[in-house]
C-alpha cells in the first residue's frame, strides 16, 4: 500500500522532471502578477489612450488619436515636457559626476572609510517623503535654515519653493542629495577593478591627475557611466515623492513634470484616456533615452 | 639622512592626506545634516522652531513631542502596516525570484531567452505609466483599498530577478549534475542546492526591496483610501497636511519625520554592507 503511493508520487515526479512542463510551473509564480500588473497593464494603457473614459462612467468611447492631438496642441504639454528636461538633466548629471567625485575621494587615504560610505549612502535609505518635508523645512522662505545661511553670508535671500524660478532647482537638489551616495558606491566599485598597475604605469611615464583620470579612470568606469545615466534617467522620469511634497508641480506649473500631469489627469480630473496618452509618451521618452543612450556607448564606452 | 627635498615632499603628502580627509568629512557631514536638523528641530519649541536666527541645538529637549505626535496619528499601526506589507512583498519575492531564475539558468525550453529579455525589458519601464490600468484592474479584483491589491501588484522584482539570474549562472555545474544523478527533482535542487549557496544575494535584494516597499508612496497613495490601512508613508503625509503644511506645526512634523525614518536608518546601519553589496555588485560588466 505505502509503496503503491509512493510509486504513484514517483510518478507524477517523473513527470515534472520533464523539463517544459516544470519550466512552465516554475515560471507562472513569477508570470501571473508581471502579466496582471506590468506587461498587461502597459498594453491596457495604449488601449485606454485611445478612449475618453473618465474612470467612473460604464460606458465611453472610442476616441481614436484625439487625445494625443490634443496634448500636442495643448501649450501647457509644452511646458511640461521643458520641465520634463530640466529636471532630467539637473538631476541626472550632477548625481552621475558627483557620484564619480565622491568615489575618487573615497579612493584615497581616508580614516574609516566605511563609516564615510555608510553615511554618504544613507539618503537613498531613507524615505524620500519624509526627507522631502524636512527640505522643505530648510527650505523654508522666511524661516528656514538656508535662507538664514544665506542672509548671514550677505548672499540675497531666495524664496525657493513659492517662486517659479527657484521650486525646480529646490526639487532637483533634493533629488540629487538622495541618489549622490547610490552613484558614488557604484563608480567605488568600478574603481576597485581598476589594477592599480595601470595607474603606477601612468606615474612612472609622469602623468598628471588630470591626464589619468582623462586617459585612465574616464574610460575604465564609461559602464558605470551609462549604467547610471540610464537608470537615473528612468529614475527621474518617474519622480513624484519630492515634488508631490514640496511644490504639487507649482508654483503656476514650475516643477509639474510629465509624471506629475500624468498623476494629476488621472486622479484629479480622472481623465484616464488623457492620463494613458500622457503615460504612453513618457514610456516612448525613456525608450528613446535608453537606445540613445547604449548608441552612444558604443562610441565611448570600453568594455575591459 | 633625509634630503629636504624629500622632507618637502613628505610634508606636501601630509598636507594634502589631512585636506582629504578633512572634505570628505565635510561632505559627509553636510549630507546627513538633513537627519540631524530633523532630530534637532523636532525635540524644540514652537517658539525655539520659529526663532530667526535659528537656534542648532534646543535649550531644553522637548521629548513630549514624539509622545504628542504619537497621539495625534496611529504611527504604530502606519508602522505595522508598513512592515506587514513589506515583508509579505519580499517573501513573495524570494519565491517568485528562485523560481524563475532557476527555470531561466537551469531548464531548457523554447522562448527562454526571449522570455528573460521581455522581463528585463520591463525593469527599464517608468514604472507609473502602468498605474491607471493597474488601477482598474485592482478595482475589478475588489482589491483597492486591501492588503492583498498592496501585495500582489508588486509580487514580483525584476531586479531581483536579474541579481538571482546572475549568482544562479555560477553554481558549479558538477553539483547540479551530481544531485540529478541521485535522482533529485528540480524542486529539490532549487531548495537544497541553489538557494543555500546563493543566500547572499536573497538577503541583498530583500533588504533592499524591504527598503523600496517601506518608502514606497505614489502608488500606494492611489490605491489606499481607509486610514486603518495607510502605510507610513501615507500616514505621514496625512499627518504633514493636517498639521498645516505650511508651518504650522513644525516641531511635530519633524518628530513624526524622525519616527518615519529612524527605523530604516537602524535597520541600513547594521545591514550596510549587504545593500552596498547589492547595489555596486548589480553585475555590471567593467
Not at chain 1, 574603481?191 to 602623468?207: E, H, M, R, S, V
Not at chain 2, 491607471?132 to 530577478?161: C, E, H, M
Not at chain 2, 506645526?249 to 545593500?275: E, G, R
Request: include cysteine; charged fraction near 10%; proline fraction near 5%.
Amino acid at each position: 500500500m505505502a509503496d503503491n503511493i509512493k510509486s504513484n508520487k514517483l510518478s507524477i515526479w517523473d513527470k515534472m522532471k520533464n523539463e517544459k512542463v516544470t519550466a512552465f510551473f516554475f515560471c507562472l509564480p513569477a508570470l501571473i502578477p508581471l502579466i496582471v500588473f506590468w506587461i498587461g497593464p502597459m498594453i491596457f494603457a495604449f488601449y485606454l489612450s485611445l478612449t475618453n473614459w473618465d474612470l467612473m462612467m460604464p460606458v465611453y468611447d472610442m476616441v481614436g488619436l484625439e487625445n494625443y492631438r490634443q496634448l500636442f496642441s495643448d501649450p501647457r504639454f509644452y511646458d511640461t515636457l521643458w520641465n520634463t528636461l530640466y529636471f532630467t538633466v539637473g538631476s541626472v548629471v550632477p548625481a552621475v559626476i558627483g557620484g564619480l567625485l565622491l568615489a575618487i575621494l573615497l579612493q584615497g587615504k581616508i580614516i574609516a572609510k566605511t563609516f564615510h560610505r555608510t553615511l554618504l549612502f544613507s539618503p537613498w535609505v531613507t524615505p524620500l517623503v519624509a526627507m522631502a518635508i524636512v527640505w522643505s523645512w530648510l527650505f523654508n522662505p522666511r524661516r528656514g535654515l538656508i535662507n538664514f545661511i544665506l542672509g548671514s553670508l550677505n548672499l540675497p535671500v531666495l524664496p525657493w519653493a513659492s517662486s517659479s524660478t527657484w521650486a525646480m532647482p529646490v526639487v532637483i537638489i533634493v533629488s540629487v542629495w538622495r541618489t549622490l551616495g547610490w552613484a558614488m558606491v557604484f563608480y567605488l566599485v568600478a574603481l576597485d577593478k581598476i589594477p592599480d598597475t595601470i595607474y603606477d604605469a601612468a606615474k612612472i611615464d609622469g602623468a598628471t591627475f588630470w591626464k589619468k583620470l582623462r586617459y585612465i579612470t574616464l574610460p575604465l568606469v564609461s559602464p558605470t557611466t551609462l549604467f547610471l545615466s540610464v537608470v537615473l534617467t528612468v529614475e527621474a522620469l518617474r519622480a513624484f515623492d519630492q515634488i508631490d511634497i514640496i511644490t504639487q508641480g507649482g508654483p503656476a506649473g514650475a516643477t509639474r513634470t510629465l509624471l506629475y500631469h500624468y498623476y494629476q489627469s488621472a486622479f484629479q480630473r480622472f481623465n484616464a484616456g488623457e492620463a494613458a496618452t500622457i503615460g504612453i509618451i513618457i514610456l516612448l521618452i525613456s525608450g528613446v533615452f535608453a537606445i540613445a543612450q547604449f548608441i552612444i556607448s558604443k562610441k565611448y564606452v570600453h568594455y575591459q | 639622512m633625509e634630503s629636504g627635498q624629500n622632507k618637502r615632499y613628505r610634508l606636501k603628502d601630509k598636507i594634502s592626506k589631512i585636506t582629504l580627509n578633512l572634505s570628505v568629512a565635510v561632505i559627509s557631514v553636510l549630507m546627513v545634516f538633513p537627519f540631524l536638523w530633523m532630530f534637532t528641530s523636532a525635540l524644540k519649541t514652537h517658539d525655539e522652531i520659529r526663532a530667526f536666527p535659528p537656534s542648532i541645538l534646543p535649550a531644553s529637549p522637548q521629548w513630549g513631542n514624539f509622545l504628542e505626535t504619537w497621539q495625534a496619528a496611529p504611527f504604530n499601526l502606519y508602522i505595522f502596516n508598513s512592515f506587514f506589507t513589506a515583508t509579505a512583498i519580499v517573501a513573495l519575492h524570494v519565491i517568485t525570484t528562485a523560481f524563475f531564475a532557476y527555470a531561466i539558468t537551469q531548464l531548457t525550453f523554447r522562448f527562454r531567452n526571449l522570455l528573460f529579455g521581455i522581463v528585463m525589458a520591463t525593469y527599464m519601464l517608468p514604472v507609473p505609466v502602468t498605474y491607471v490600468p493597474s488601477y482598474i484592474i485592482l478595482s475589478r479584483l475588489g482589491w483597492l483599498d486591501t492588503y492583498q491589491g498592496i501585495i500582489f501588484s508588486n509580487a514580483v522584482s525584476v531586479f531581483a530577478i536579474f541579481l538571482a539570474r546572475q549568482s544562479f549562472l555560477q553554481v558549479p555545474t558538477e553539483l547540479v549534475d551530481a544531485a540529478k544523478v541521485d535522482g533529485a527533482t528540480h524542486w529539490t535542487i532549487l531548495w537544497k542546492i541553489f538557494f543555500p549557496l546563493t543566500k547572499p544575494i536573497f538577503i541583498t535584494f530583500g533588504l533592499i526591496n524591504f527598503v523600496l516597499m517601506y518608502n514606497n508612496y505614489l502608488w500606494p497613495l492611489l490605491i489606499i483610501r481607509s486610514r486603518e490601512l495607510y502605510l507610513i508613508t501615507i500616514g505621514l503625509r496625512q499627518f504633514f497636511i493636517e498639521q498645516g503644511a505650511y508651518g504650522v506645526n513644525w516641531p511635530l512634523i519633524m518628530a513624526a519625520s524622525t519616527i518615519v525614518v529612524t527605523p530604516l536608518l537602524i535597520l541600513f546601519f547594521i545591514t550596510q554592507k549587504w545593500f552596498v553589496k547589492g547595489v555596486g555588485g548589480s553585475g555590471i560588466k567593467g
